[in-house]
């Protein structure tokens, strides 16, 4: 599986747009994006994921550059219940979704937003 | 539709104790995962499965033992406790799409 870097730490302002970004160079042709984010000491929940175009759903909005070695996770409008580890996560998934990858977390980013 | 439920929630074990750490869903889910997490670090995969039957060595699969008899069910093993097995343990199951997870099982190493 490829692996992902991301920043250690990012600070938002209530209301305003988190932008996470998210580094995966050696990425293959069959390994998706995922997004999944930690709130305090809960289990991890999925946000968002992406193979090669953009993706929104009601959560947020995943941008992957045309390489696809880099993607950003919108947050539009920021709220302090947001503050968040957000991990971003490669994983193989073929086309007919009969075989899966490991899921494997890096360390993520720490997202917090202040008022 | 309980989704995944690890058994217990807390647990304190004595040095050399063992015990049996239980996680269960009910999505018909082929793959199913434990991972470990310390305090202020990432998720580490201890353990994973494909379906019944087959599991695999994750990241730091040492002083722990899985098994696979049903879909439903994944237990994680203790032969040995140590207090560097002191962590916070998630189970976790995935679909097409996302990773079902619990809710954690907090176990401290005395």
């Known amino acids: 599986d490829a692996k992902t870097t991301q920043p250690p730490s990012m600070d938002c302002a209530e209301g305003r747009a988190a932008n996470l970004p998210c580094n995966h160079s050696?990425?293959?042709?069959?390994?998706?994006v995922y997004w999944y984010r930690q709130i305090h000491s809960q289990g991890p929940q999925y946000i968002i994921h992406g193979l090669k175009n953009n993706e929104t759903n009601e959560m947020a909005s995943l941008i992957i550059t045309e390489d696809r070695k880099s993607s950003t996770l919108i947050l539009p409008h920021a709220t302090l219940r947001d503050t968040a580890v957000y991990y971003c996560i490669v994983r193989v998934l073929n086309a007919g979704g009969t075989s899966y990858g490991k899921l494997t977390f890096g360390q993520g980013t720490i997202l917090t937003v202040h008022p | 539709n309980a989704g995944v439920t690890q058994t217990p929630k807390f647990r304190i074990l004595k040095i050399g104790q063992s015990m049996t750490l239980q996680c269960a869903q009910d999505m018909n889910h082929n793959y199913m995962y434990w991972y470990r997490q310390d305090p202020g670090m990432g998720l580490k995969l201890i353990y994973y499965s494909v379906g019944a039957g087959i599991t695999d060595k994750g990241e730091v699969p040492n002083g722990y033992n899985v098994s696979r008899s049903t879909t439903e069910d994944f237990p994680l093993r203790l032969e040995l406790a140590a207090p560097s097995q002191t962590s916070v343990y998630f189970c976790?199951?995935?679909?097409?799409?996302?990773?079902?997870f619990g809710q954690g099982t907090r176990l401290t190493v005395v």
């Open positions: 976790a199951s995935t679909g097409y799409t996302e990773a079902f």
């Open positions: 050696t990425i293959s042709g069959n390994e998706y």
